[in-house]
């Protein structure tokens, strides 16, 4: 009970903190837009080797988009505990009668949440701009790929954060592997019109599935069965979870 | 309420506290003054268990630090030497983020909280977000912050660092308040002598990671004997003077020039015998001073140097200052 109690002011503070903090909402909003309306006005009418017929690039390409901002609003968890840590509030955290994995809970609950209103959010808007959802079952589906993947890569910046110490080489370092894992992913095109040694590198990454995950669930058409895509996105975000976990359990916060 | 026995702490090879033994007693307030680096952050740590100590154990109303880490958490508050509050709540939010984390039910949350609040006068202000609040507010708030779930120990690190001189006595005289009303045991460390001085029953003086002595803060200063009286006599008079002080509580005296310095105990209590012999023999006595040793004597007294007012560091600077959103000092 205590620790649900704690779990739960977690995820209430990293809501409200969200709501707040305006310009992030705002911030991770706009990126993922960018690239729909340059790419997606910009391609129009191309037909893109790889996609089926009868899929236009623009709801080709809003999966894509959806799965890219989650991975990148995901991370903030990571850069939120780098920052708790040079703020002192990381100690008060750490210093009450909690078990750590709560800990690591709450702020998973908390990431997952905000990434699943930013993905809510552009969907909405691409609705304007003409995609649909197919069907309730679909938006359900697409809820649930949303939670994998925003949890995969919440455990990734668990990890990282629980290695690198301040916020700056955070920032870059993420950038860095996250620049490759999104265009490695598929967002912009299909990957199998990549050379061969760029697939297998597509292969390993998670967001590939995510992508294709969401196009199977929204726009019915993907390159590997949707349960295919399920599957690994569970075993990737269980095992970032477990250890980011395992890696926060054993920092020091002072 | 705390036994410490042989608290050892080594980070690399370099012993930051070095065999370290005593005891706090129940609603004690207890200091640990030293010198930046002497290891009194590094004792809090280890008693409050975010650090393991190297070697030697202590228990706190009890419980082991080592083997009963959950239990010592439940029993102790902690103000870090740092701000530790999250400046995008509001001090309200953040009191409820504390208690929601140690567990308090919604109505002992909301009676505690209220309590607190009106004991370091924060009721009006509970629902501002904490980055418009100056450091004294923030400091109060994080005071009340740590009493919450009515620990048995509060540990204080720094309490008035990087605060103004009005501000650090508005923080001392809610600490006192505290310390009664909640009849809490309180630790603290601190490298200012006066705040020590003022605050504290007794104090434990630390330099490179060793107590070097621990009692209260008139008998430190006592045992350095009482102080030093000066009387200054008119011109010529000195040499008379001299002979009228044949006291026997008189352990030294120097002459220079028309001054007489006299080396005394219990300084306040001499002075008026003093100034009667004086009056008696007819000596004009120009000015009488005494001046009695500081804990900062005491300290030169047993290291053979004094604690220097170091700087902060520049990333603390900027760190507190960005957390007080600009506003400095007022309480």
Redesign the interface.
């Known amino acids: ?2 620790e649900l ?2 779990i ?2 977690l995820w209430l ?1 990293a809501m ?2 969200f709501l ?2 305006k310009s992030q909402v705002i911030g991770t909003i706009v990126m993922p837009l960018f690239f729909l309306f340059s790419f997606g006005f910009g391609f129009r009418g191309l037909s893109m080797p790889g996609v089926s017929a009868g899929i236009d690039y623009l709801s080709f390409l809003v999966p894509g988009i959806i799965g890219m901002g989650l991975m990148f609003r995901s991370t903030i968890v990571g850069f939120s505990v780098l920052w ?1 840590r ?4 990381l ?8 078990r750590r994995v709560s800990i690591v809970i709450g702020r998973l609950l908390g990431g997952v949440t905000t990434s699943l209103i930013q993905g809510i959010l552009i969907l909405l808007i691409t609705l304007f701009i003409g995609f649909t959802v197919p069907s309730v079952s679909a938006f359900f589906l697409m809820l649930l790929l949303m939670v994998l993947i925003s949890s995969t890569f919440i455990g990734l910046g668990l990890i990282l954060a629980s290695v690198i110490k301040d916020t700056q080489g955070f920032g870059l370092i993420m950038s860095v592997i996250l620049m490759p894992l999104f265009f490695l992913s598929g967002t912009f095109y299909p990957i199998t019109n990549l050379p061969e040694f760029a697939q297998v590198l597509s292969y390993i990454d998670p967001l590939t599935y995510g992508v294709d995950g969401l196009r199977g669930a929204l726009i019915g058409t993907s390159m590997l069965p949707l349960s295919f895509n399920i599957l690994i996105l569970l075993g990737t975000s269980a095992l970032m979870i477990i250890i980011g976990a395992v890696m926060f359990e054993r920092t ?3 | 309420m705390i036994e410490i026995k042989g608290l050892t702490k080594k980070f690399n090879g370099l012993t930051a506290v070095d065999n370290v033994s005593f005891n706090v007693g129940k609603g004690e307030l207890l200091g640990l003054l030293g010198p930046n680096g002497a290891g009194k952050t590094t004792i809090i ?1 280890m008693l ?4 393991r100590p190297t070697s030697g154990s202590a228990t706190l109303n009890g419980y082991d630090i080592l083997n009963e880490r ?1 239990e010592v ?2 029993n ?1 508050g ?1 103000v ?1 030497q ?8 509001t001090g309200m ?1 953040n009191l ?3 208690a ?4 308090l039910s919604k109505a002992e949350r909301k009676k505690r909280i209220n309590e607190l609040l009106e004991l370091v006068d924060l009721s009006d202000r509970a629902d501002t977000l904490v980055y418009k609040y100056s450091g004294g507010m923030m400091r109060r708030l994080e005071l009340a912050r740590g009493l919450i779930h009515k620990p048995k120990v509060l540990f204080l690190d720094e309490p008035t660092l990087g605060l103004d001189a009005q501000t650090r006595h508005v923080i001392w005289d809610y600490i006192k308040k505290l310390n009664h009303r909640e009849k809490v045991t309180i630790i603290l460390t601190t490298h200012y002598m006066d705040e020590a001085d003022f605050l504290c029953d007794r104090v434990a003086i630390i330099d490179n990671g060793k107590i070097i002595a621990l009692d209260q803060p008139s008998k430190l200063k006592d045992s350095l004997g009482g102080g030093t009286i000066t009387v200054e006599t008119e011109s010529g008079k000195v040499d008379k003077m001299i002979k009228l002080l044949n006291f026997k509580w008189l352990n030294k005296i120097k002459q220079r020039g028309n001054n007489l310095i006299l080396n005394v105990s219990k300084g306040e209590s001499r002075i008026p015998l003093i100034v009667n012999s004086a009056n008696k023999c007819g000596v004009k006595l120009k000015s009488v001073s005494l001046r009695k040793p500081t804990l900062e004597d005491v300290f030169i007294h047993f290291t053979g140097k004094a604690i220097h007012d170091e700087e902060m560091s520049n990333t603390e600077r900027l ?1 507190m200052r960005f ?1 007080r959103g600009g506003m400095h000092g007022r309480a």
């Open positions: 009970m205590a109690r704690a739960y002011v503070r409200k903190r707040r903090a708790d040079e703020f002192g509030f100690k008060e955290i750490m210093v009450a009668p909690v020091e916060s002072v | 740590n409050s268990t975010l650090i959950d958490r439940n102790i902690i870090f740092i701000p530790a509050l999250d400046n995008q709540l939010e409820t983020f504390h929601m984390m140690y567990g760190r957390m």
